[in-house]
């Protein structure tokens, strides 16, 4: 690590003086961007700026954030949007696609201590007194949409974020990752 630093050190010394030779004090031809017109937008640009206010987007947002909006489950949220577009002179359709979605008979994730002891994670968000939408009857557990159904167990390794490079860092360290969970920060 140390030799590392070092090396850096004088590079970027170096690169510093060379360039404080290149550099010129003068910007010619730079235009400040108040002087510059801005382009006029098309016909459909216009439509889409002047449909939409601050409240318009604030109810927008809250309608999406306080129903079930999980892909496959609400048609009528995708069709209240697409009618709200009708509304705003945009031309709008739905369009139902055949496609893998899987959703949760039940989960659970539990880790075993050496010692024998078992901790048990909660998978459902807390119920926040200030957040009403954390109290939805219809509301899903934490789950992976694309996991195969099984049951995973194996020592864990903490992984980081999870990046090659935080693989690279923990071979170099001698720490051994076959058949291990990979346990990642997100």
Same mark, same amino acid.
């Given at each position: 690590m140390r030799s590392t630093t070092l090396l850096a050190v004088p590079f970027l010394a170096g690169s510093t003086i060379a360039c404080q030779r290149e550099?010129?004090?003068h910007a010619p031809g730079l235009v400040?961007?108040?002087?510059?017109?801005?382009?006029?937008?098309?016909?459909?640009e216009q439509t889409i700026i002047d449909s939409f206010s601050n409240n318009s987007i604030s109810?927008?947002?809250?309608?999406?954030?306080?129903?079930?909006?999980?892909a496959g489950r609400n048609r009528s949220q995708a069709q209240w949007t697409a009618d709200k577009?009708?509304?705003?002179?945009?031309?709008s359709t739905l369009a139902e696609y055949t496609v893998?979605?899987?959703?949760?008979?039940?989960?659970?994730l539990s880790m075993t201590y050496a010692n024998g002891s078992v901790y048990t994670a909660g &998978? !459902?968000?807390?119920?926040? %007194?200030?957040?009403?939408?954390?109290?939805?009857?219809?509301?899903?557990p934490s789950f992976h949409g694309y996991s195969a159904t099984g049951?995973?167990?194996?020592e864990f390794v903490?992984?980081?974020?999870?990046?090659?490079?935080?693989?690279?860092? &923990? !071979?170099?360290?001698?720490? %051994?990752?076959e058949g291990k969970v990979a346990l990642a920060q997100w």
């Amino acid at each position: 690590m140390r030799s590392t630093t070092l090396l850096a050190v004088p590079f970027l010394a170096g690169s510093t003086i060379a360039c404080q030779r290149e550099r010129h004090f003068h910007a010619p031809g730079l235009v400040k961007r108040q002087a510059t017109p801005l382009a006029s937008l098309t016909a459909n640009e216009q439509t889409i700026i002047d449909s939409f206010s601050n409240n318009s987007i604030s109810d927008w947002s809250y309608y999406y954030t306080h129903g079930d909006h999980v892909a496959g489950r609400n048609r009528s949220q995708a069709q209240w949007t697409a009618d709200k577009w009708e509304e705003a002179g945009i031309p709008s359709t739905l369009a139902e696609y055949t496609v893998f979605l899987n959703y949760p008979l039940n989960n659970s994730l539990s880790m075993t201590y050496a010692n024998g002891s078992v901790y048990t994670a909660g &998978l !459902v968000e807390d119920v926040l %007194e200030e957040d009403e939408t954390s109290t939805r009857e219809d509301r899903l557990p934490s789950f992976h949409g694309y996991s195969a159904t099984g049951n995973a167990s194996a020592e864990f390794v903490y992984v980081g974020l999870g990046t090659q490079r935080d693989y690279q860092r &923990l !071979v170099d360290l001698g720490v %051994e990752l076959e058949g291990k969970v990979a346990l990642a920060q997100w």
